[in-house]
DNA sequence: CTGTATCCGTTTGGATACTG
DNA sequence: CAGTATCCAAACGGATACAG
């Protein structure tokens, strides 16, 4: 109980400052949404279809936040209707590592 | 764009669950309370402090959470007053790399 | 096709006071 | 000390219609 002079099991953690990366996985959909994308671009209305509970609001929302973020890149093609990309970026692919550790956690605690 | 016979770039992600990781780690509040943890036992009292932006109502609401997901344990010494101490289960203890994980993705892209 | 605008119900969470 | 009860404001998010 000697809060005073506790040693910490975990010192590593300490000065840890992960609410930068939980603010880009950690949103009700930015998981969904990153999942597919590691499957490669895809269009907005794929990601609808793929994600059948999410409303275009909440789609748009994750996505330019996650835009901002720069996890993901938006592209918009010109044509008649407009055509709109969206691929990981470097950043958003190096959150693999990450997902990967959760996929196992997940596993392992069932 | 072809969609219907794409090759994922990351086929471990594909059956990936990672959302009972997320409702673990993904509150607003669970991730400074873990902080805490890692470090050793603690009273409520002195989360509250050492987390002065969360209300007590959410502190509550957090640590039942968590407990109820396993990742920590909550003892009470029946003393006058009651004394109640927080501690990290093994399951708890176990989402260290994670974080890790997450601290080096948060540094390597600042 | 890819969003945006609007409405609105639900949930979240802070402040505060109070109890065993 | 460790919460719980109550109130209330703000944010979130779904449904729907519509615009460029």
Redesign the interface.
Known sequence: ?A?NN?????P???D???????DV??GKWA?LVL?EL???T??FG?LQRRIPAVSPRALTSTLRHMEEK?VLERKVFPTVPVTVEYTLTP?G??????????????A??T
Chains 1, 2 share one sequence.
């Open positions: 109980m809060t506790y040693i910490p099991k975990r590593d953690i300490i840890c400052n992960i609410e930068k990366t939980l996985i950690g998981f999942r590691f499957g490669g895809h269009r794929e720069g950043k692919e190096d959150l693999h590592q990450i997902i990967m550790e959760m996929k196992l956690w997940a392992k605690w």
